[in-house]
């Protein structure tokens, strides 16, 4: 008996001794470098939607525009989505017609926090079809959405909105409609805009005459040190502190874990703002916006700037034809599409866990691996205590025999 006592108190506290040591070793590398999920969204499944959303004229309220309405919807509610279609009023130069963006919530675990993810439908009066201005970016939204809801069916940290804005051309009408109009009780902590990318880096820049070697991804973020385009926003120090943190993680997948060339995939302040990137910015909600070959800046004579968007050349087979072929089209498409995917993964995932540092800390700091560390303690202290209670029962019964 007291050589079994003994034993189990030797045992037990080479054990205990082992596991406060392996919990008080902070995990090794970028917390955020491997990606959350083995399989990854698939820039096939975004070229098929460009293909039909590129058969349809979508100018505001022109029978391919409500085509495009339908079919949106339909892709939203097979991934089982929450939808809704908010309509509203949008001024033609015609007059005034009616514009709806097409809503597909996804409800986390935390319904009441949302990552926002968009990309406009509608396209430019003078364009044929939008393939590239933006029929590339509602595809993007439709297929993650279908990576959070049938691919990865686990109900997220928090909700997840995939929004097709409409009547963006004319000055970025839907996403701010919506913020002025919120159709569901939301605290919205990110945005990710995609319009007009996929000729971008690892595609060959393919204008004559271009001295460049591929198209660029430009990644513009909100912004943590040029502020001249939201000079009329004053941001509050939790506010800078949130688009830092948000930068990080971007930059963290983009540059270590995928390694992408800076010169080529550059993100950087948003300088632009000529997409529905700028009203969450305006709103203090961190942001990005991913866009491919640029006309910005476009200097006198720069022949490596030249795009086709809001001319009748805006098709996938113009597309194609830039990109030289499907094959390398893809590429560039996947680029940008997983580079989104990481990070509405990597978002959710400090939202959660800086949250949690919040309650018990009262830290807005955030810094990466915190709430790793945090959680890595969590569970040491919970096998300690699984492991004390053998102990104190053969203590007391020992002590009961005595
Ligand atoms: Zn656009």
């Known amino acids: 008996m007291t050589h079994t006592f003994t034993h189990w108190i030797k045992t037990s506290f080479v054990m205990l001794s082992a596991i406060m040591l392996l919990s008080a070793i902070p995990p090794i590398g970028p917390v955020h470098a491997v990606p959350l999920y083995s399989n990854s969204p698939s820039p096939e499944h975004v070229y098929d939607q460009i293909d039909i959303l590129d058969q349809w004229y979508r100018y505001l309220d022109s029978p391919g525009h409500r085509n495009a309405e339908a079919h949106i919807l339909s892709m939203f509610d097979d991934c089982g989505l929450n939808t809704t279609v908010q309509s509203y ?19 986390g675990e935390d319904p009441s926090r949302c990552l926002v993810i968009g990309g406009h439908y509608d396209n430019n009066q003078r364009s044929s079809k939008g393939a590239y201005d933006n029929a590339v970016g509602v595809g993007t939204v439709i297929e993650l959405a279908r990576m959070f809801t049938q691919v990865h069916d686990d109900v997220p940290a928090i909700s997840i909105l995939f929004a097709a804005w409409d009547s963006e051309e004319g000055g970025g009408g839907g996403s701010r ?24 880096y690892p595609v060959r820049n393919s204008i004559p005459m271009s001295t460049e070697e591929y198209f660029k991804l430009n990644v513009y973020t909100s912004p943590i040190s040029d502020f001249s385009i939201y000079n009329d926003v004053e941001y509050t120090d939790e506010t800078l502190e949130n688009f830092t943190a948000f930068r990080d993680v ?23 703002g000529i997409s529905d990137h700028r009203f969450f910015v305006q709103r203090s909600i961190p942001a990005v916006w991913f866009r491919g070959m640029n006309e910005k800046p476009r200097e006198e004579g720069d022949l490596n700037e030249i795009t086709f968007k809001h001319t009748p050349a805006d098709t996938l087979e113009t597309m194609e034809r830039y990109a030289g072929g499907k094959a390398q089209l893809l590429e560039g498409i996947d680029t940008g599409l997983t580079i989104s995917y990481d990070l509405a993964n990597a978002w959710i995932e400090h939202v959660n866990t800086t949250s949690v540092v919040d309650v018990g800390e009262g830290d807005h700091e955030g ?36």
């Open 367 to 402: 810094g990466d691996g915190i709430g790793d560390v945090m959680s890595g303690a969590a569970i040491g202290l919970s096998l300690l205590v699984l492991l004390m209670i053998p102990v104190v029962f053969i203590v007391w019964k020992r002590r009961r025999g005595r």
């Open 177 to 200: 409609y919506f913020l002025e109009n919120p159709v569901w009780d939301l605290d919205i902590v990110g945005y990710i805009n995609l319009d007009m990318f996929g000729l971008s």
């Open 250 to 272: 971007l930059e963290n997948i983009t540059y270590d874990q995928y390694d992408h060339p800076r010169s080529w995939v550059i993100v950087m302040d948003d300088t632009a």
């Open 89 to 107: 009023t949008a001024q033609r130069l015609d007059g005034a017609v009616r514009a709806a963006n097409v809503l597909g919530l996804l409800e």
